[in-house]
């Protein structure tokens, strides 16, 4: 089945403590993406991955920091989480080309709480 | 930086009204993708917008992405329970980088 996933679903942890949420996608996707959600906010992009060892920064990208060494995975590291990076997180993937991306599928989200 | 506006924010429609959801960027767009959300849930693609002036339909939705590729509607006919949830329209711009608006909720009156 095509999907991605992400773990953990959800997180309580405290301010400075170091954290990883995994993303991985099973479609062979180039693109893929970290968003957070937050009410009457939508979804900002965190960070964004063109391919294997390409990484750029979307709109809201501090405090964050994302790796790409295989294709299918996508880590999303808090190194010193605070209690404003409290929210709702999807990955997401999609096929590239050179007329942009395509259909994103999303993760079920990991949903962050830092007290 | 790319901006994408959308409203209205809220959208209480009685069932069986039309209804329409407009997105506007401060910038050109590659193109524009909608998104369903509903409550609890992941967004979910709807369809994707290419080309100028383009307009497309799924049944009851019909899309449209504006002939300066800087703004896009969804409009929804005879609105029904199952229309539920927020809807996103997301930009996409030349370097890849996707904004999203900040969603329409709806909510359905029988």
């Known amino acids: 089945e095509a999907q991605v996933t992400q773990n953990p679903r959800y997180l309580i942890t405290v301010t400075g403590k170091k954290l990883t949420v995994t993303c991985s996608q099973n479609m062979n996707h180039e693109y893929m993406s970290w968003y957070r959600q937050d009410p009457g906010l939508g979804l900002r992009q965190i960070y964004y991955?063109?391919?294997?060892?390409?990484?750029d920064k979307g709109d809201v990208p501090e405090g964050y920091k994302v790796s790409r060494k295989e294709k299918r995975n996508f880590p999303l590291i808090l190194e010193s989480p605070s209690p404003n990076q409290t929210s709702l997180y999807f990955c997401a993937s999609s096929q590239a080309g050179t007329g942009g991306i395509y259909e994103q599928y999303f993760g079920p989200g990991t949903r962050l709480t830092v007290t | 930086g790319q901006q994408v506006m959308q409203i209205p924010q809220y959208q209480h429609v009685q069932e069986g009204e039309d209804f329409t959801t407009y997105c506007n960027s401060s910038t050109t767009l590659s193109n524009i993708q909608w998104y369903k959300q509903r409550p609890g849930g992941h967004p979910v693609f709807l369809i994707q917008l290419v080309k100028s002036g383009e307009v497309k339909k799924q049944k009851r939705l019909t899309f449209q992405f504006g002939e300066a590729k800087k703004n896009s509607s969804l409009h929804i006919t005879a609105t029904q329970t199952t229309d539920v949830g927020t809807y996103f329209c997301a930009g996409l711009s030349n370097d890849y980088k996707l904004s999203f608006g900040a969603g329409t909720t709806v909510t359905v009156r029988a």
């Open positions: 991955s063109m391919n294997v060892e390409v990484t």
